[in-house]
């Protein structure tokens, strides 16, 4: 699923979903299949003049890579099939490694198409997550899924480009600038303008990268990832399938007062009670005008039976691994033991508690190395 809104709403100039909607609707008779062919005609005119579109985009113009983007919004309105369009267009794109080692070259991506494509492949290599986010999806479907999400995100990316050189020159540089994960490159991540939990760092370990943070007190609204909870009075839905939607819907009035509030960072998900047996949670950070306990209770209630609840979390030191890119449950993983074992090597500090807590800052289109995520866990002094 996509599910974005493009960055800039531009007119198509081939209506996809005017011209080919017809295709995916119900069979011809027998009259209409003498225009067969000029319908398949059709296609492939709107295919290549899309792939075009795409060349067009790497190279420096921004606004056929919003076009794009707002040819796949069209299309999921109208019940077009937007994967096979994304689809579509990532068989256009070569294998950077069949490619001549000249297209390596930055300098020729100016002048060579191929060197374009040859750097449009490589970032879609990088923007692409290496694990799956659900794991019962089949390793085809799930890398192609990946791919379509990766390209969509690359399109946005390509569409607030501007500069000198090819627009995927820029993309790619970036790209691999960010990948650098050191503690200033990821703190300059987060999103501008979005409240997010005040702390101090106490101590930084240049080794491991872990932070020891003092957090100060800040109140959140949870929702269990693991139960079920009523959609209507007729059906339920398991909290972990769209406990995200829930919990924003919380913030942008969805409320006992009907109340909109502003947009907060990050989503954290943590164990029920510290202990991985109990479910997990997952928390929105609520605005700081309801950050300590009296004016908790003046905040807006979630509805009854949204399963939904208002928590307080208290002052604590923390410590803390800062990482980019996507975070699925594999590198979720990898990323706690990364944690807890600078921790247990550590001569000042100790765990306070069994497992992490996953903090997600960014948006899911967000370009993978704009991204920044957390795993902490609670600690005190040794």
Not at 54 to 73: G, M, P, Q, R
């Amino acid at each position: 699923s996509l599910g974005f809104v493009s960055p800039h709403k531009v007119s198509p100039k081939v209506g996809y979903s005017q011209n080919i909607q017809p295709l995916f609707q119900s069979a011809p008779s027998t009259s209409e299949t003498s225009s067969e062919a000029p319908l398949q005609s059709q296609i492939e005119d709107v295919e290549e003049t899309s792939k075009g579109l795409l060349a067009d985009a790497i190279n420096f113009n921004a606004t056929c890579a919003s076009e794009i983007l707002s040819k796949v919004n069209n299309m999921r309105e109208n019940g077009a099939p937007a994967e096979q369009y994304l689809d579509d267009l990532l068989s256009s794109v070569p294998d950077a490694s069949s490619l001549p080692f000249w297209t390596r070259s930055k300098l020729l991506a100016r002048f060579s198409r191929r060197a374009r494509m040859a750097s449009l492949s490589r970032t879609l290599d990088i923007a692409t997550p290496l694990f799956p986010e659900n794991e019962n999806e089949s390793e085809s479907a799930g890398e192609q899924r990946r791919r379509r999400r990766a390209l969509a995100t690359l399109l946005r990316s390509l569409a607030a480009d501007k500069g000198k050189r090819p627009l995927i020159v820029n993309v790619e540089k970036k790209a691999m600038r960010a990948f650098k994960e050191d503690s200033t490159n990821l703190r300059n991540r987060l999103p501008e303008g979005l409240e997010t939990p005040e702390y101090e760092v106490l101590a930084r370990r240049a080794s491991s990268r872990m932070e020891i943070r003092r957090y100060q007190p800040f109140s959140t609204c949870a929702v269990s990832m693991d139960q079920t909870r009523p959609i209507n009075a007729n059906a339920t839905e398991l909290g972990g399938a769209s406990s995200f939607g829930a919990l924003s819907g919380y913030l942008f009035g969805e409320n006992d007062q009907s109340t909109a509030m502003n947009m907060t960072t990050p989503v954290l998900t943590s164990p029920i009670g510290g202990g991985e047996d109990s479910g997990r949670q997952m928390e929105v950070v609520l605005p700081s005008e309801y950050w300590n306990s009296s004016s908790l209770s003046k905040a807006p209630q979630p509805l009854k039976g949204s399963g939904m609840t208002l928590q307080q979390r208290e002052s604590e030191e923390r410590a803390v691994l800062m990482f980019g890119g996507y975070a699925p449950k594999k590198e979720i993983d990898r990323r706690k033991k990364e944690l807890l074992a600078s921790l247990s090597s550590d001569m000042e500090w100790k765990q306070a508690e069994e497992f992490p807590t996953v903090a997600q800052y960014n948006d899911p289109f967000t370009a993978p190395w704009r991204r920044l995520n957390e795993v902490s866990i609670k600690v005190v002094k040794k």
